[in-house]
């Protein structure tokens, strides 16, 4: 599909019966392990491409001005392509949501 030109989006519906699962840094990691993505391409189809798919692309899904500021802070780590190659181990130090610390 992304060879054809087409946006690819990966999320987890977070459902308990089929998936129950929330965590993106697991999906990011199937993008490139099970679907062979780029780690470029797997962090394009689990940020701005979902937020497209879901009609949200115009407040969500990149760090512009204007945006939400929903975004992560990793620790750490060597490259971009650290995040889906180590999976199970968690790589976020700081969660921002709505411009908010999380903690």
């Known amino acids: 599909m992304i060879d054809a030109g087409l946006p690819v989006a990966m999320a987890s519906d977070f459902n308990p019966g089929s ?7 697991l999906i990011l990691s199937m993008a490139c392990i099970l679907y062979k993505m780029l ?3 797997a962090i394009n189809a ?7 798919a879901m009609g949200l692309s115009n407040e969500l899904g990149t760090i512009t001005v ?15 392509a650290y995040m889906p190659y180590s999976y199970g181990a968690n790589k976020i130090e700081t969660v921002i949501l709505n411009g908010e610390i999380i903690r």
């Open 19 to 25: 998936s129950p699962s929330g965590n993106m840094q």
């Open 39 to 41: 780690p470029e391409e």
């Open 46 to 52: 689990t940020t701005l491409n979902t937020a497209y």
């Open 66 to 80: 204007g945006k939400k500021a929903n975004l992560f802070i990793t620790k750490e780590i060597p490259t971009v």
